[in-house]
């Protein structure tokens, strides 16, 4: 994989899947595409686990759009949709910090 411009924007976990997704690392038999490396699949395998394994662009959009209200920095918001809360309980302390 080539770096074609350093540090151009942060990406959030659901564009990294996405994007592993797209060169073929969600694929049980990986022998057949030579362009996913070992480490590309053990990150899919990791994030997978995690709420972009679940997420859409739907609902990444919908999450974000409801984020607005609050008036998040672009890396807070990043943050929040990494980490996004999965359980009521998240939720409320959540709303209860902001």
Do not use: W
């Not at 980490?83 to 939720?91: D, N, Q, T």
């Amino acid at each position: 994989m080539k770096v074609k411009q350093a540090n151009s924007k942060l990406l959030c976990n659901f564009e990294v899947i996405d994007l592993l997704r797209s060169r073929g690392a969600n694929q049980e038999d990986l022998s057949s595409f030579g362009s996913v490396t070992p480490s590309e699949s053990k990150v899919y395998e990791y994030l997978s686990r995690t709420p972009a394994g679940t997420q859409t662009r739907d609902t990444l959009q919908s999450f974000l759009q409801k984020l607005d209200k609050y008036k998040l920095t672009k890396a807070e918001c990043l943050q929040a949709v990494n980490l996004r809360p999965l359980s009521a309980v998240e939720v409320h302390l959540a709303e209860t910090i902001l």
